[in-house]
């Protein structure tokens, strides 16, 4: 511990406490809220803040189910395809919407997880994932008069140009919805008008009838309208869902959660009272009962909490409940091997060693347990995060990492600040590190040739 | 290594006394377990839960009837803090949720602050679940087993006996949080969530850490004292490593104990099972594991010196 190190653990100080700070407020200092580096005309950039979890920010979350067994028979697009394709189209849908960092991921190849912060209404998310959105154009059925008929293959709306939302009616108020067949089912569509004029139609949206329209003449283009007896709205949701594309197969909602923001702030409050009063707590506990070595364990742990929480920044580490509550918890674990080092310490220091042979036998000797017990968490945080889902993978994710990081600072940053202390002439009593003062006639003795 | 002998305390003559008082702790939990006290949560059993604030806070069988009066006849309805009434039903839909709103506005018109808050899991989700948290308990023992076969493996065959000792404690710690949230489940319906889980197999963790370090020690005084027995070893070792395994301990219990009272209600049975469990960690660590070693060691000893007639005529 000389040369470099001391430098380099000011400097990993720094930097955290860098990115600690909260960076939307004050541009600082680089004019750029994170990082952001040029190389020729390469740009790197990444936005440094802390992600609250749903259950923090409030927000709708659904975890959709592929209903794959509801396929056509004899279509057999493999799962994560159509997977790959369902999220594609949600978001679009989610796009259109204008939602602020939604999440869509694939859940196992049958299951997506949808998380849409800010969106309170359940319903309206349930429309945006499962409104399969699939547009059908039947024709008159002759063998059962009344009845309307699939085309062979089926006209769907798979291949429509963008549609858009324009008035009918007297007074223009009438909203309906244009929409134009490309290629090749543009001249499909005007076969079909040359072969059915003057008889209804039928328009489907996930299989009900939204329309029957009549066709009066023989169509020269590929285009045609919707009158669905829409309201302005609908009209423009109907619009939005069709431009998205229709989903590849039907989804059903096998979880939802609904977090009101005041219940999720409420919730990030009262996990920061938690989180100080530990803290607190943990500090109190140091300094009174290991004196010096408690007081430097402290400063170690603050460094700890603010190097945890730049980790948790930069990675990023979405913050949920549950996340919160494994990083408290590692504020007390990360004290542990602090503990195993000082009550080495006591004991090398008993056994009449100078302090500084003592702090490093002490560090020595304490290792290989602090090694095997974080060891032990880092192990378990793993295997949670690996089959855990939703707050478990947050738990197991802030633990791991919070772990991993007072491993750092109990090993190199409270040495550090061991063999500073120990360098202090003023600090070298022997009652600063909980053990009592040896007598006078002793020290020549006890100190090492 | 008998420098204060003064310290030593008599940890392992006095076993089965620690034995016993593990088993006291255990024996009940264990009867709750078996009488299905264990609650699974909605996550695990699938259903709804809505958290719902209120203000005035509306009666409990007002609240109730509105439900039945949807169909959810079997609803569970549990006051929590800050005026928000939890409630557990079946599984909803979207618009049934919407519903319920419409209902509680209508019934008590201005009470209900917010939107309720809800979490809806689908029963054939929740199998899923149930088999992810299965799987995870699973792999998370293998793994932990593992860990210990490699933290032992210098202490040769004895390494096998440390494991065992390793795993019992474990065992221990786990069964005595199993057990309270049995009898919790079953006089006051508390619930188990993956976040419970999450809690139990955090605690394994914890309690092979805290094993760890007290064998570490008894394998440095072993070598450091070559043909000392081994019960005064473990005593010594005991003795030495007690004060840091209370002391880790009561710091992560601090940690814990501030989470258990200002946390908030959705963590706070997630903070309980962690104290009890670090508890039993700290109790099994100093009182348990050692002993089980120097229990097998005594039986092996009295094995070893037991009459052999058979060999006195050859």
């Known amino acids: 511990m000389s040369g470099l190190g001391p430098w380099l653990i000011a400097l990993i100080a720094v930097v955290a406490v860098w990115v600690d700070i909260p960076k939307h407020q004050f541009d600082f200092p680089f004019g750029c809220p994170g990082i952001c580096l040029r190389v020729g005309d390469r740009y790197y950039f990444q936005e440094i803040k802390t992600h609250l979890g749903l259950d923090l920010q409030g927000g709708t979350q659904l975890i959709l189910r592929l209903k794959n067994e509801s396929l056509p028979p004899g279509v057999d697009t493999p799962l994560p395809t159509l997977n790959d394709q369902a999220r594609k189209v949600i978001d679009r849908r989610i796009n259109a919407l204008g939602v602020a960092e939604p999440v869509i991921q694939s859940l196992g190849d049958d299951k997506i997880l949808l998380e849409l912060p800010g969106v309170a209404d359940i319903q309206q998310a349930q429309e945006i994932a499962t409104r399969q959105a699939f ?139 938690a989180g100080a009063v530990g803290l607190l707590l943990v500090a109190l506990f140091m300094v009174v009962y290991y004196r010096l070595p408690g007081l430097l364990a402290v400063f170690a742990l603050l460094y700890y909490t603010a190097l945890a929480y730049a980790v948790f920044r930069l990675v990023p580490v979405t913050l949920t409940l549950a996340g919160i509550a494994g990083f408290i918890l590692s504020i007390g674990m ?47 945080a793993s295997i949670l995060f690996y089959f855990g889902t939703g707050t478990v993978k947050g738990f197991a994710l802030t633990l791991g990492l919070g772990v991993a990081v007072s491993f750092f600072t109990a090993a190199v940053v409270t040495q550090l600040f061991l063999h500073l202390a120990v360098d202090v002439p003023r600090l070298r009593r022997r009652w600063l590190y909980g053990v009592e003062e040896r007598a006078e006639a002793m020290r020549p003795a006890a100190q090492p040739a | 290594m008998a420098s204060e002998p003064s310290a030593l305390f008599r940890l392992v003559e006095r076993k089965w006394l620690y034995f016993l008082l593990s088993g006291l702790f255990i024996l009940p939990g264990a009867a709750f377990l078996l009488l299905g006290g264990l609650k699974p949560g909605i996550e695990f059993r699938g259903g709804t839960l809505l958290d719902a604030r209120f203000e005035p806070v509306p009666e ?37 949720i919407a519903a ?35 799987r995870s308990v699973v792999f998370a023992s293998i793994l932990i087993v593992l860990l210990i076969a490699f933290a032992f493996r210098t202490f040769g065959w004895a390494a096998f006996r440390y494991g065992l000792a390793a795993i019992v404690a474990l065992l221990h710690d786990a069964f005595i949080v199993l057990g309270l949230f049995a009898i919790l489940g079953y006089f006051f319906g508390v619930e188990v969530d993956s976040l419970f889980v999450t809690a139990v197999l955090t605690i394994i963790g914890f309690s092979v850490h805290d094993t760890i370090v007290v064998f570490d020690r008894i ?74 070693i120097s229990l097998w060691q005594e039986l092996e000893d009295r094995w070893r010196r037991r009459p052999r007639p058979q060999a006195a005529p050859a």
Do not use: C
């Not at chain 2, 209902?103 to 809800?118: C, I, M, T, V, W």
């Open chain 2, 100 to 134: 319920v709103e419409r209902a509680f506005d209508e019934r008590f018109p201005g009470a209900l602050r917010e939107a309720p808050s809800s979490s809806v899991v689908s029963p054939s989700f929740s199998a899923e679940l149930v088999t992810n948290a299965v």
């Open chain 1, 135 to 273: 547009l059908e154009f039947k024709v008159p059925d002759e063998a059962n008069p009344g009845q309307f008929k699939s085309l062979d293959p089926p006209l769907t709306g798979a291949n429509l140009k963008p549609t858009f939302v324009t008035f009918q009616g007297q007074a223009q108020s009438i909203p309906v919805v244009n929409f134009e067949f490309a290629p090749p089912d543009d001249q499909r569509w005007v076969d079909l008008s040359k072969q059915y004029v003057g008889k209804p139609t039928q328009i489907l949206l996930d299989g009900k009838e939204i329309s029957s329209p009549n066709i009066r003449e023989v169509f020269s283009s590929g285009k045609g309208v919707i009158e669905g007896g829409f309201t302005t709205q609908s009209a423009k949701e109907l619009s939005l869902l069709l431009n998205s594309g229709a989903l590849p197969v039907p989804l059903e909602i096998v979880q939802s959660t609904r977090v009101e923001p005041t219940l999720g702030a409420d919730s990030v409050q009262r996990s920061l009272v």
């Open chain 2, 60 to 96: 409990v069988a007002d609240v109730r009837e509105v439900l039945a009066s949807l169909g959810h006849a079997e609803a569970v309805v549990q006051g929590a803090e800050g005026g928000r009434l939890l409630i557990r039903t079946t599984e909803m839909q979207p618009a049934d």
């Open chain 1, 334 to 380: 990360a004290v542990d091997a602090n503990v195993l080092t000082f009550e080495r310490l006591k004991e090398e220091l008993r056994t009449g060693k100078s302090l500084r042979a003592a702090v490093d036998e002490g560090r020595r000797r304490a290792f290989p347990s602090i090694w095997y017990s974080n060891l032990a968490t880092i192990l378990t």
């Open chain 2, 219 to 292: 394998r440095e005084n072993l070598r450091l004292n070559p043909g000392e027995a081994l019960n005064p070893v473990i005593n010594f070792s005991l003795t030495q490593t007690a004060a840091r395994s209370v002391i880790t301990s009561l710091t992560v219990l601090l940690t814990l104990l501030a989470l258990y009272l200002f946390g908030g209600y959705s963590i706070r049975n997630f903070a309980l099972a962690l104290i009890v469990g670090i508890v039993a960690g700290t109790y099994s660590s100093i009182f348990n594991a050692a002993q089980v």
